[in-house]
């Protein structure tokens, strides 16, 4: 007898935190067994789900500890077409995994959205829908076949072949609806990050085009969590955190001018807190003129840059900056940012306990 796969998403008018509970159980009660190389897991084909408030895109388990700081430059890599490992490792040490020659990641997102020619996908995408109302052909495609065919390694990294397959954007009425096609998914670890960096392309997308963020549409060909991980999900999936704040909505209109603002300053603070990482006591870290140039940004774009200057005090374990952070930025950055002010402060007072110990 045929079975028809059940595609209804999940959930439909839950919350994000709700939803990534859902989407782990019903892979853990429903999943399939499979031995891919990374390891045994359990897999769901063809899965898909709604969120239907894309700024509903923060994860506050406790379990899964999501870092919004990391997640926001992630997507300031991305789109600032970025490829390169050196300014992605300041975010996220773990990626030089993903890179052969320790200078590059061959599957960034970044050239092959914002990139040369055809390849500036998402600038070109903005202009179509500008120009076709219910266009089908808003389409940016991230998997590419001419560079993702093959792979090497070398000493245990491999430069990764991308995950997603694709972006479409639908423009219906008033709003702007969002689909990403994955070809797999990490739905444990990875897909926190992806709904994060996804949403944000949505709406810099709605935004640009004048439209709301509609539905974001999430579809994977294999959604799965490892095994060796199954300890992680259950705590989880046990978690009864709360759902996160709405993050500060992007203003309607051209967003270019202000991404290349925050790029620029994204740079600055990066390069000032790896000087100050590198050579230690020689001067305090002064987040003054970083907050200061925050401040003339709209509302959303300041609490991006005022993440950033978070980022580089957690860095730097620099309690004074954070703490005045803490008294500016909008939610949910500031729970987060209590979560750092008490992690250092525990890394403080076990330092403490180490030394008189001695």
Same mark, same amino acid.
């Given at each position: 007898?045929?079975?028809?796969?059940?595609?209804?998403?999940?959930?439909?008018?839950?919350?994000?935190?709700?939803?990534?509970?859902?989407?782990?159980?019903?892979?853990?009660?429903?999943?399939?067994? #499979?031995?891919?190389? /990374? +390891?045994?897991?359990?897999? !769901?084909? @063809?899965? %898909?789900?709604?969120?239907?408030?894309?700024? &509903?895109?923060?994860?506050?388990?406790?379990?899964?500890?999501?870092?919004?700081?990391?997640?926001?430059?992630?997507?300031?890599?991305?789109?600032?077409?970025?490829?390169?490992?050196?300014?992605?490792?300041?975010?996220?040490?773990?990626?030089?995994?993903?890179?052969?020659?320790?200078?590059?990641?061959?599957?960034?997102?970044?050239?092959?959205?914002?990139?040369?020619?055809?390849?500036?996908?998402?600038?070109?995408? #903005?202009?179509?829908? /500008? +120009?076709?109302?219910?266009? !089908?052909? @808003?389409? %940016?495609?991230?998997?590419?076949?001419?560079? &993702?065919?093959?792979?090497?390694?070398?000493?245990?990294?491999?430069?990764?072949?991308?995950?997603?397959?694709?972006?479409?954007?639908?423009?219906?009425?008033?709003?702007?609806?969002?689909?990403?096609?994955?070809?797999?998914?990490?739905?444990?670890?990875?897909?926190?990050?992806?709904?994060?960096?996804?949403?944000?392309?949505?709406?810099?997308?709605?935004?640009?085009?004048?439209?709301?963020?509609?539905?974001?549409?999430?579809?994977?060909?294999?959604?799965?969590?490892?095994?060796?991980?199954?300890?992680?999900?259950?705590?989880?999936?046990?978690?009864?955190?709360?759902?996160?704040?709405?993050?500060?909505?992007?203003?309607?209109?051209?967003?270019?001018?202000?991404?290349?603002?925050?790029?620029?300053?994204?740079?600055?603070?990066?390069?000032?807190?790896?000087?100050?990482?590198?050579?230690?006591?020689?001067?305090?870290?002064?987040?003054?003129?970083?907050?200061?140039?925050?401040?003339?940004?709209?509302?959303?774009?300041?609490?991006?840059?005022?993440?950033?200057?978070?980022?580089?005090?957690?860095?730097?374990?620099?309690?004074?900056?954070?703490?005045?952070?803490?008294?500016?930025?909008?939610?949910?950055?500031?729970?987060?940012?209590?979560?750092?002010?008490?992690?250092?402060?525990?890394?403080?007072?076990?330092?403490?306990?180490?030394?008189?110990?001695?």
């Amino acid at each position: 007898m045929a079975r028809w796969l059940d595609l209804r998403p999940p959930m439909q008018s839950a919350r994000w935190e709700e939803i990534y509970r859902k989407v782990l159980s019903d892979v853990r009660e429903d999943g399939s067994a #499979i031995h891919p190389r /990374r +390891g045994e897991a359990k897999e !769901r084909i @063809a899965y %898909a789900f709604q969120i239907p408030n894309p700024r &509903d895109r923060c994860l506050l388990s406790e379990a899964r500890r999501f870092s919004i700081f990391q997640g926001v430059g992630h997507w300031l890599w991305i789109m600032g077409g970025r490829m390169d490992l050196s300014s992605i490792t300041y975010y996220n040490p773990r990626a030089e995994r993903f890179s052969v020659d320790l200078r590059k990641l061959d599957g960034a997102y970044g050239p092959r959205l914002f990139g040369l020619g055809a390849l500036n996908q998402i600038p070109n995408v #903005i202009e179509l829908i /500008r +120009g076709h109302s219910d266009t !089908r052909r @808003a389409v %940016a495609a991230v998997y590419l076949p001419e560079f &993702d065919s093959w792979r090497s390694a070398v000493d245990g990294r491999e430069d990764e072949v991308p995950c997603t397959v694709a972006l479409q954007f639908l423009p219906r009425g008033d709003r702007l609806d969002a689909v990403t096609y994955m070809r797999s998914q990490d739905g444990l670890m990875v897909l926190p990050y992806d709904i994060f960096i996804f949403t944000l392309l949505q709406e810099y997308v709605s935004a640009s085009v004048g439209l709301r963020p509609g539905t974001y549409h999430h579809v994977a060909g294999s959604l799965h969590y490892y095994v060796k991980d199954s300890e992680l999900l259950e705590k989880v999936l046990a978690d009864s955190t709360q759902a996160a704040p709405l993050m500060p909505e992007m203003p309607s209109g051209e967003q270019s001018t202000y991404l290349g603002s925050l790029m620029e300053l994204e740079e600055s603070i990066r390069v000032s807190c790896t000087a100050h990482m590198n050579l230690p006591g020689r001067t305090e870290f002064n987040p003054r003129d970083f907050v200061e140039q925050a401040s003339e940004l709209p509302e959303f774009w300041k609490a991006i840059a005022l993440a950033l200057v978070a980022w580089a005090a957690i860095r730097l374990s620099h309690e004074k900056t954070l703490a005045r952070i803490r008294e500016i930025v909008p939610r949910p950055f500031d729970i987060y940012v209590d979560r750092a002010l008490a992690s250092i402060s525990r890394k403080a007072k076990r330092s403490l306990e180490a030394y008189v110990g001695r």
